[in-house]
């Protein structure tokens, strides 16, 4: 959405590790740790929350965590339904896309 690159940091909800990995509009590199894996609702509970009128910060921004590895997020995945696990690929695509869907960037 920046239209260029950063350097993203964030820390486990569970463990506080640290992750961190640059992003641009062109993808991301250097994943620290590289198992890496990224949080977020599933479409099904988005869409349920969008028809109840919620905000994209409480139907979408509040679940999107990073944690160091698919094990490391089982727990808060567990303890959060309607919640799933992305590998950072993934999850960078279905960003990309939703930017691109919701402000014309990117596209």
């Given at each position: 959405?920046?239209?260029?690159?950063?350097?993203?940091?964030?820390?486990?909800?569970?463990?506080?590790?640290?992750?961190?990995?640059?992003?641009?509009?062109?993808?991301?590199?250097?994943?620290?740790?590289?198992?890496?894996?990224?949080?977020?609702?599933?479409?099904?509970?988005?869409?349920?929350?969008?028809?109840?009128?919620?905000?994209?910060i409480?139907?979408?921004?509040?679940?999107?965590?990073?944690?160091?590895s698919?094990?490391?997020?089982?727990?808060?995945?567990?303890?959060?339904?309607g919640?799933?696990?992305?590998?950072?690929e993934?999850?960078?695509?279905?960003?990309?896309?939703?930017?691109?869907?919701?402000?014309?960037?990117?596209?």
């Amino acid at each position: 959405a920046l239209e260029r690159e950063v350097r993203v940091e964030s820390r486990s909800p569970l463990s506080g590790e640290r992750i961190s990995l640059t992003v641009s509009p062109e993808g991301y590199r250097d994943i620290d740790p590289t198992e890496a894996v990224m949080s977020m609702l599933t479409p099904e509970e988005v869409a349920a929350r969008t028809s109840r009128g919620e905000d994209v910060i409480t139907s979408l921004c509040h679940f999107l965590f990073f944690f160091s590895s698919e094990e490391a997020a089982r727990d808060w995945t567990a303890e959060h339904p309607g919640t799933v696990t992305f590998p950072l690929e993934e999850g960078f695509e279905l960003g990309r896309r939703w930017i691109a869907h919701k402000w014309g960037i990117g596209r």
